[in-house]
């Protein structure tokens, strides 16, 4: 397994401004993807992070709310842009650590919008 | 695209009882199914999956089933214990995608 870590562990924003959201991995991985989990509700993919190229989004997220970077095959960032309190959620990434699609999360950060 | 649907939202049961959760996907070209298990505060736990071309797996006390002619699979913890009470997802990976598509979740709820 690998030793997944994401910072900040949790934040308290105001409306309007914007958050990134770092995740290290200690190991090289192929896939890493960014989820969001509201209050009380299931996890919901935001995007696939591409290594040297653009996130791949799904329906209802897009890139100028929700840039994404993955500059190499341990590091991801996920910024939340000019935020609402609708943003207020758990941020959670996860890595796909072989092909057989096993992914394991990491401890998600906590986000809070005013 | 892919939908997951997971039953019941919630689940009681008597310490030492069994428990099933069971979930439905929409694509029939989904080919893996993980469960993870999440405890208050705490991110996700795999705890079992199982891929399209098996019909069960068991790891002590917990198995899973698939159904790939219903397109159903399911959840079934035995001797259930307090420390099994948090809430259980479900999810499938679409065709040929390595994304998760996760159910609703399923509280679970173990009484001593």
């Known amino acids: 397994s690998a030793v997944i870590s994401q910072k900040p562990s949790r934040d308290i924003c105001q409306r309007g401004t914007s958050l990134t959201i770092q995740c290290q991995v200690d190991?090289?991985?192929?896939?890493m993807f960014w989820y969001r989990q509201q209050p009380g509700q299931s996890l919901t993919l935001i995007a696939t992070a591409n290594q040297g190229s653009e996130a791949t989004y799904e329906s209802g997220f897009v890139i100028d709310k929700f840039p994404i970077s993955r500059p190499n095959l341990t590091f991801s960032t996920l910024t939340v842009s000019n935020m609402s309190p609708e943003d207020s959620s758990i941020y959670l990434c996860?890595?796909?650590?072989?092909?057989?699609?096993?992914?394991?999360f990491g401890p998600g950060t906590r986000l809070t919008v005013l | 695209g892919e939908n997951v649907e997971q039953h019941p939202s919630t689940l009681s049961v008597q310490e030492g009882d069994s428990a099933v959760i069971k979930c439905t996907y929409s694509d029939s070209a989904s080919n893996y199914f993980p469960w993870y298990k999440q405890e208050l505060g705490k991110r996700p736990q795999l705890i079992i999956d199982?891929?399209?071309?098996?019909g069960e797996k068991k790891d002590q006390r917990i198995a899973v089933t698939l159904n790939k002619t219903a397109k159903h699979f399911s959840l079934h913890i035995t001797e259930t214990q307090p420390e099994d009470s948090a809430v259980y997802f479900c999810a499938a990976t679409p065709g040929s995608s390595y994304k998760l598509i996760f159910g609703s979740g399923t509280r679970l709820l173990v009484r001593p």
């Open positions: 190991s090289q991985v192929t896939m």
């Open positions: 996860s890595v796909d650590l072989s092909p057989g699609n096993e992914q394991f």
């Open positions: 199982i891929r399209s071309n098996v």
